[in-house]
Structures are given as C-alpha cells and as structure tokens.
C-alpha cells in the first residue's frame, strides 16, 4: 500500500520525502481530533465510576 | 525469483505495513488520552466557569442557601481541594456519562446536594482529560474539600484521624480502593444499603484506580463541617481554603 502512494506522488525523492510527510500528518490530525472522540466511549479504558 | 516468491513477498510486506500501521494509530490514541484530552478538557472547564461567574453575577442571595436544580450536563457548583494545589478548582457538572466527565468532575444524578444530608458523590478522571483527580491517593484525613454554590461555601473534611493519618478509624474510610461494581461507597450513608436514611452530610469522591488502569476504583469519604458559610459573609471563601 505504501509503494502504490509513493509511486504516485509527483516530484523526486525530497517532494514525495514531503508530500508523504503531510499526508501522516493529514492523517494523525484526523485520528487525534476527529476519530478518537468519537470511539474512545466504546472502550472501558476511561470508567470512572462506580455503577 | 520465481513468481511464488514474488508473491510471497509482497504478503509478508503487506502484513508488515499493517502491524506498523496499527502500532502507530496505538501510539497515536496514547498520545490522544494523555495530551489531546487534556486540551479539550482545560477548554470545557474555562467554558464551564466563564458560564457558572456569568450566572452566579449579580445573582440574590438570602439569609439561607437558596435550593439548587442543576440540569445534567450543566455546571453548578465549584469544587476546591487545597491539598491538590493551592488554586485547585474545578466546575462540577450534574450527570457522570463520558460526555460530562469530559469536561470536569460529575455529580451522581440523585445523589445529595452540596450541604444537603446524605451523600454529595462526584466522579472525575484520574489519569487524561485535564486529570482532576490524579492526586486524590495524596490527601490526608481532615484535609479540606470544599464546595462553592452560587451563594454559599461548604467545608468537609477527610475522615479518618488527622493525628496519626489513619484512614479507617470510623465506621465509614477516609480513603478506600473497592471494585468498580461497589456502588455502596455512593449510597447515602456511605458502604450502607442505598436504602438505609442518611446518617450525616457526606462527599464522596471516585476516580480510578491504579493509574492508567480502570480496575479498581479510588474512593474518598469526607464529611461535613458545620453549616454553609453564605457568601456575603465570606466572599473571598472560608479559611479552610487557605489551606494546603
């Protein structure tokens, strides 16, 4: 999966080296910000409460 | 290379790609319950006090404590324990789902009221979304808990002998560690049947237990001392917060 993304950004190395590096980020913003909050009430690792 | 070697090859490097994968996003969702949530929760808390000084401003008081309805998800008092630092404050929300303890402490809808008789219970997090509780297994017996309405203050105190630091000198434990299906620690009369009338103004604080782990539950009694003290006579809080 990664060769096929690395074969297709434009550019040589340094430019898909960059572009590859924002997609991460693209992609951690997503998990940390969107993903995450909304999946973490499906697991038992943050109870609090006694019930 | 024969071609059952290519393609071998290209499933092992597919199954490598995955692990690493999945370690990252792990990693990530670290990241997100020790940083991340802290940030969103020091936003829901200076949203939830900016809310609480906006009502509570110019608001009447009488010569009593005027009676509180709070609505779940909405903030309505202020929790201060000196002995987590000396300007340890934080907006308690009515209800103890995920989407009220994101934001700070949360009261056990139909527990007791600040001051009321019976047991006033609040769980927070320990570890992650601000981390409100994170030092509760350092205060002491006597230490002060105190409670902020709109128009009065409440002190309890940890039980158990503030001499000697023990904890389990009463019939009801300063500090206790049960498992997280010991609802008694939230009854009225606290470790009693959730029927037996209130024996006394209780606080109750739950968290979790060990850090980062959700296992077992940490649990603080305290108990109240004397009556309110109105805020027009304290309007810088009572002594008890100048403790530390």
């Given at each position: 999966m990664?060769?096929?993304?690395?074969?297709?950004?434009?550019?040589?190395?340094?430019?898909?080296?960059f572009?590859?590096?924002?997609?991460?980020?693209?992609?951690?913003?997503?998990?940390?910000?969107?993903v995450?909050?909304?999946v973490e009430h499906?697991?038992?690792?943050?109870?609090?409460t006694?019930? | 290379?024969?071609?059952?070697?290519?393609?071998?090859?290209?499933?092992?490097?597919?199954?490598?790609?995955?692990?690493?994968?999945?370690?990252?996003?792990m990693?990530?969702?670290?990241?997100y319950?020790?940083?991340?949530?802290?940030?969103?929760?020091?936003?829901?808390?200076?949203?939830?006090?900016?809310?609480?000084?906006?009502?509570?401003?110019?608001?009447?008081?009488?010569?009593t404590?005027?009676?509180?309805?709070?609505?779940v998800?909405?903030?309505?008092?202020?929790?201060?324990?000196?002995?987590?630092?000396?300007?340890?404050?934080?907006?308690?929300?009515?209800?103890?789902d995920?989407?009220e303890?994101?934001?700070?402490?949360?009261?056990?809808?139909?527990?007791a009221?600040?001051?009321?008789?019976?047991?006033?219970?609040?769980a927070?997090?320990r570890?992650g979304?601000?981390?409100?509780f994170?030092?509760?297994?350092?205060?002491?017996?006597?230490?002060?808990?105190i409670?902020?309405?709109?128009?009065?203050?409440y002190?309890?105190?940890?039980?158990?002998?503030?001499?000697t630091?023990?904890?389990?000198?009463?019939?009801?434990?300063?500090?206790?560690?049960?498992?997280?299906?010991?609802?008694?620690?939230?009854?009225?009369?606290?470790?009693?049947?959730p029927?037996?009338?209130?024996?006394?103004?209780?606080l109750?604080?739950?968290?979790?237990?060990?850090?980062?782990s959700?296992?077992?539950?940490?649990?603080?009694?305290?108990?109240?001392?004397?009556?309110?003290?109105?805020?027009?006579?304290?309007?810088d809080?009572?002594?008890?917060?100048?403790?530390?």
């Open positions: 990664y060769s096929w993304i690395w074969r297709r950004l434009p550019g040589g190395t340094g430019s898909k080296a572009l590859a590096l924002l997609l991460v980020l693209a992609v951690s913003v997503l998990l940390l910000f969107v995450f909050p909304r499906l697991l038992p690792f943050t109870d609090v006694v019930d | 290379m024969s071609r059952g070697g290519d393609l071998v090859r290209t499933g092992l490097r597919g199954v490598g790609q995955l692990l690493l994968t999945a370690g990252f996003v990693l990530l969702f670290v990241v319950e020790l940083y991340v949530t802290d940030i969103l929760a020091g936003q829901a808390q200076d949203e939830l006090s900016d809310q609480l000084d906006d009502e509570w401003a110019g608001a009447a008081s009488g010569p404590p005027a009676p509180i309805t709070p609505e998800g909405e903030p309505f008092a202020f929790l201060h324990i000196p002995g987590l630092g000396a300007d340890w404050r934080r907006a308690i929300v009515e209800g103890t995920q989407e303890l994101a934001q700070g402490p949360g009261h056990y809808v139909g527990t009221l600040p001051g009321e008789q019976g047991n006033f219970a609040v927070g997090h570890v979304r601000g981390s409100p994170l030092d509760l297994g350092e205060l002491r017996p006597g230490d002060p808990i409670v902020e309405t709109s128009d009065a203050w002190v309890y105190r940890v039980l158990g002998d503030p001499a630091g023990d904890f389990a000198t009463g019939p009801i434990p300063g500090q206790q560690i049960v498992p997280p299906t010991d609802t008694s620690v939230i009854s009225p009369t606290p470790l009693a049947a029927d037996v009338p209130p024996s006394g103004a209780y109750t604080l739950t968290t979790c237990h060990p850090k980062y959700a296992r077992q539950r940490m649990i603080v009694h305290a108990v109240l001392e004397g009556g309110p003290i109105m805020r027009a006579d304290a309007p809080g009572p002594p008890a917060l100048q403790e530390g």
